[in-house]
């Protein structure tokens, strides 16, 4: 039977410079608590900023397209409003249209459909009326309010619309 020299266990005071030496230096188990935390809240603030970004993006988006797409009608709504007839010899008669008469059936129109109430700061802008007499355009104005970045943004913002029609004589 062989006889093993006894293994001195370390003394206390041993054993507390090593605990010492070890949060001094960094122990590679130590050192590295706390970052998982530290990189999920960045990976999380990164993400919240990116959905709030596509938000505000796609509703500007959204309110441009329905402000398209109401310009849109009432510049069909104004083609159709024409008062006198161009009756040209040998041609077919065509409809004239009137700046005066265009605008006012625009905003009669945007009034009879709500618009007014429905779009935030909704007006007509310029060039509203005919260019020459046979297309009615109409160019509205207004303000799209992003969610949550309305508070970095509070006059909102602006949008612009501009939509055109043909006044044509049928048979």
């Not at 999380?44 to 402000?67: N, P």
């Not at 041609?91 to 905003?107: E, F, K, M, Q, R």
């Not at 509203?128 to 913002?157: E, F, K, R, W």
């Amino acid at each position: 039977m062989t006889i093993l020299p006894d293994i001195e266990r370390p003394s206390h005071r041993t054993r507390l410079v090593t605990c010492l030496l070890r949060r001094f230096r960094g122990d590679p188990r130590e050192r590295d608590s706390g970052q998982t935390t530290i990189v999920l809240l960045g990976f999380t603030l990164v993400t919240l900023l990116l959905v709030i970004t596509i938000m505000a993006i796609t509703s500007v988006y959204i309110g441009e397209r329905k402000l398209q797409s109401l310009a849109d009608r009432a510049s069909s709504a104004s083609a159709d409003t024409f008062t006198d007839l161009d009756r040209t010899a040998g041609a077919a008669p065509s409809p004239i249209l009137t700046h005066d008469g265009v605008a006012g059936a625009a905003s009669s129109y945007l009034g009879t459909v709500g618009a007014f109430d429905e779009v935030q700061q909704l007006s007509l802008g310029a060039p509203t009326g005919t260019s020459d007499g046979l297309t009615a355009q109409v160019t509205l104005n207004a303000v799209v309010h992003p969610p949550v970045v309305n508070y970095i943004i509070p006059a909102g913002v602006p949008i612009t619309a501009t939509g055109d029609a043909r006044a044509v004589m049928g048979r």
